[in-house]
Structure formats: structure tokens, C-alpha cells
């Protein structure tokens, strides 16, 4: 789903786009290889005359796979992504990591942060296969920076919403979301993070907002961060934080903090609904800055008639 949003912003910034999946590319101006990631040879054939990669494929969170399998393909998926770019000179790879990483997302035992907002240098304690597949993938991509000099870029996507009509009409058109409305896709999803924050969250599915810590990201703000991983010349290896400067709650920051993380020592001033997932890192190596907010969106115009005027202020 978010692959047609970076297809637009690398077409936009005027970036010749090749798709390489198992379905035809949905843009406009892009080209499309049918294939696979498992399929090393497919890839090989296909990267020749690239300048770089962008690596989004995989399954996309636990209980959508065995354990056994959705670590194959993330992993060995990631390995045949960087083989095929050392066998055919491509210098870049930028690869689609998560927020799950640091093993906050879908833990199986409570974890507290060691500080607020969290960084790229707060420990990785993944409990779940999908986040220790994508930390795995990022020492993966580090291994290959260092062995064989291919610049590789690793982005913690933190929960990208697609808020804006025309985008996510065309986001529900593939992946999980096929079938879905763009208003089920609203309801299920984002009104339920905002309106029942303690409610039931399933596997599969998102997590809960509290293991988030509310984080959120706008996709064309993500879209962004890619294209800006692309377009870097400098970097060899870096892990990057990728999301909104804001939370995906009604309830200030501070609040949040007081409520669930009372004994955690916070590093800096989160007024209002900031963040407690810094970016801070991104903004400062690759000149990332989030453009927009949830809260002046198409969604948010979508769920001000479904409010309450209790609702308002949503317990955590």
C-alpha cells in the first residue's frame, strides 16, 4: 500500500521508476518486472541500469505467516535484495524496516522505554518474529555497507496513516487493505486508535496505540523519507526513525506520559501532542520534515461528524 505513494513521489521528483513485485505497478510512469524477492535470479535480472533500490517487500507483521516463514522471507528476502545489488553494481539500497524493531509494537511482556522521546539509540528488545526480522534486516543491510561499500538506509516506518482520500483510494486498491472502503479502512483502523485505545487489538493487525507509543506518520511524509533516502550521497549506514512530530491521541503528550509512564525519565520538553518517537535524527542527516497532520486532513474532516462532543478527550 505505501508503495504507490513513494512511486508518486520519486515520479514527482523526477526519478525513473522500475516496479519489481508480483503484481503490475499502479502508477502512472512506472514500469513493472513481475517477481519475486525469493526468487534471486528474477532480481538480478532486473536491477541492471539502477542507481538504487528501495526494498518494501515481505510479510508485513506476526500471525500473517508461520514464524518460520515470515522470517525466511524477511530476512533471506533482504539478503537476496543486497546479493543482487552486489552482483549488478547497484551502490544503494534503501529498505522499508518498522518501529517494531525497537520491540515495542507487539510485545509479549510489558516494556517500558529506558527514556522519552525514544531514538535510533534506545535499546532493541524484540519479542515477536516481525520485529526481530526487522532488526535482523537492518544488521543485514549494515553487514553488506561495510563488507561490499553499497549504501544502505534503513527506515522505522512508526504506523503510516493514509489520510488523504485520493491516496488512500488508491492504497486499498492492494495489499491487506483490498476490498476495503476507504471509510472501513478509516473506521477500523484510525477511528478506533483515536476513539478505543484500550480496545482489542488482534493478531493480525496493528498494534495497540499504547505499544505505538501513539506514534504516527502521514504516507506522504514517509513517501518523502524515502525519496530523500534515495537522493543521499553521503551515508553509508544509517537506522532512521520515520514518522509524525505528533501523536496519534486526543490526549497531550503529557498526559499520555503521567498515565503510563510516570517513572521514565523524559529528555526534553513534549508540549501539546508531540511525539514521543523522536525523527529528530532524520531531520538532522537527511533533511526530513513532516508536512502534514492527521489532525487538518481528509480523515479528520471524515470523523468530526462521528464525534461526540465526550469524545473530545478520549482517555488514552
Known sequence: MLGGYIHRELVKAGHAVTSYARHAASVEGANSVIGDIVDLDRLKQAMPD???VIHLAGVTGPGRATPEKLIHTNVMGTVHVLEAARA?????VVFASSGAATGFSFQRHEILPRYLPIDENHPTEPEDEYGLSKLLAETT????SMAFGIRTICLRVNHAWYVDREGASIAIQRGWAKGLSVEDLWTGRYRKCLLEPEGTWPIPGPPSPRNLLWAVGDARDV???FRLAVEDRELLHEVFAINSHETCSFVPTRELIARYFAQVPVRTVLDGFATLVSCEKATRLLGYQPNYSWRTS????WLNPHLRVEEQRIPG
Open 50 to 52: 539502477h542507481e538504487a
Open 88 to 92: 549488478t553494481g547497484v551502490k544503494k
Open 141 to 144: 543491510c549494515k553487514r553488506y
Open 223 to 225: 513517501a518523502q523519507a
Open 298 to 301: 481528509d480523515f479528520r474532516d
